[in-house]
């Protein structure tokens, strides 16, 4: 990975889940939703209206992926995505996997408190490391 150290906030060497030319996904530390995630252009850049041809000509197949991810593994139905840079002021996008019933995995049952209205990315569900890392991995392979 080039120089990432603008996103660090994101731990993208520790979180990564799949590496991409000009993007990368990360897992959230927040589980707003399982499998939420951060897609991240590896350019700092502020401004969407900034990303170059080649780096929006790849994002689809990063949404594809991630989508297509979700969905096996996961069974998600939709997809929420935030675009804001108040606090981050780089191109990223928090992305939340949407479901519509209770999921049971990693010992654990998900829910998706906001169904079937817009995602609270507000509210935290902040797992331990080691269950994040098992959903990164799950994710991954």
Known sequence: MDDLEFMEKFKPKERCIKDFKYWIVCIRESQTT???AVILLKRQ???????????AAEF??????????????FSAIKFN????????????????????????????????????MAIDFKKK?????????????????
Do not use: Q
Not at 82 to 93: A, I, K, T
Not at 125 to 141: A, G, Q, T
């Open 34 to 36: 399982l499998g939420s």
């Open 45 to 55: 850049t502020e401004s969407v209206g900034n990303i170059l041809k080649e780096e």
């Open 60 to 73: 689809p197949s990063v949404i594809n992926w991630y989508e297509k991810t979700c969905k096996e593994k």
């Open 81 to 116: 995505y935030l675009v804001m840079m108040m606090h981050d002021n780089f191109v990223h996008y928090h992305a939340f996997p949407r479901y519509d019933n209770d999921i049971k995995i990693f010992n654990e049952s998900w829910h998706d408190e906001d169904w079937p």
């Open 125 to 141: 569900k902040i797992i331990d490391e080691n269950k994040l890392l098992e959903i990164l991995n799950y994710m991954s392979n």
